[in-house]
């Protein structure tokens, strides 16, 4: 009797973890997609890419509030973001319309504000051969102005922008995106349409010889950065540079947190690249609640397949740092056709993601049939979960 008891308990027990086990499954796989916000945008253009998210079966919308052309320029003394409060206020009405979570996409080290950087010059990284990106046009863009994670200050001055959009009724997390340094190295097929040759980190785009940094890293290991033959081989040097973003990008997701949002980041394709190409351990970023690396496999030359390969190894790296954070593969529109976006997705599952992201809400759009296939794709997949 009592053995049969047991038997009961333990399959009973069984029983429950299956169900919980699928019930997991179901809630975890969430669809996201990256949207442009501008305070331009018409209540009729919100209106419209929500609608368009929730026909398609989108769970969250990761909206992007400060952009390469900040919209409060000037000289103010006060920093506060009115234009990303702006955005973020007029888009909450659609999101609770249509029942979609909203993210705050924020731009992290790389800010382009003009009242930043007049004020704090000295704040800017600066590249092997002692020029600050305040002052160069970094792959000929005017809005590559990257912020040193050294400087207390600089994280500091972040953590006040997450405090100020994290005020705007609706909002469920924030997101950086651009917590890194500049590209050492760009995405291998950027390198044609920019016009430059990167075979190796050059001097010009090998970033932060600050004087903080150049101090910083002295005082630990005794030697100037500026004299190390070849930076990229110093393991040192190197780690330096990975440890402070990790921590600068820790400490912002604290914030996050702290205000009660989900935190969450975007970041480079797999580990290793993001490493070699923009100093990124993001395996070791800390205080995230999700963690988005952009696989955007035909940047880097990559056939289909390795979209899964990347996820895998993303997952892995996470699982090896002890890092609990939720890994969500990110796919480029225009590298998934919209007849095998199951494929991709099966790609992404594979690899052991616990979503998809899509880049963008716009790109979507501007390929007819899209959204629909998708919303087909994702009825599917939820009918059958
Ligand atoms: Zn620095």
Known sequence: MKTSVIK??????LLSLFVSCNDVKKDDFKV??????????????????????ARAGIDAIILECHGARPEVIGDSASFRDDAAILILKKAAVYAKK???ELHAWMWTTNRAELSLRKAHPEWYQVNAQGESCADIKLYNREHYRFLC??????????????????TVEGLTGIHMDFIRYPDAILPYRLQESRGVVQDRVYPLWDFCYCDVCRAAFKEQTGVDPMEIADPTSDEEWMQFRYDRMSEMASAIAAEIKACGKVASSAVFASPYESKKLVRQDWANFRNHDYIFPMIYHKFYFEEDEWVETATREGVEALRAAGNDAVLCSGLFVGHVPAD????????????????????????????EGYVDSLRIV????????
């Open 8 to 13: 009961m308990v333990v399959l009973m027990a």
């Open 32 to 53: 996201w997609a990256w949207l442009a916000g501008r305070t331009t945008m018409s209540e009729e253009q919100l209106d419209y890419y929500f609608s368009e998210a």
């Open 98 to 100: 249509y029942d979609i």
């Open 149 to 166: 994670p050294t400087r207390p200050e600089v994280t500091e001055y972040l953590k006040e922008r997450v405090k100020e959009i994290a």
């Open 340 to 367: 095998r976006i199951e494929e991709f997705i099966g790609y992404t599952e594979n690899g052991g993601s616990a979503g998809i992201c899509f880049f963008s809400m716009e790109e979507m759009e501007k390929r």
């Open 378 to 385: 994702l009825e599917k997949i939820r009918l059958s979960d």
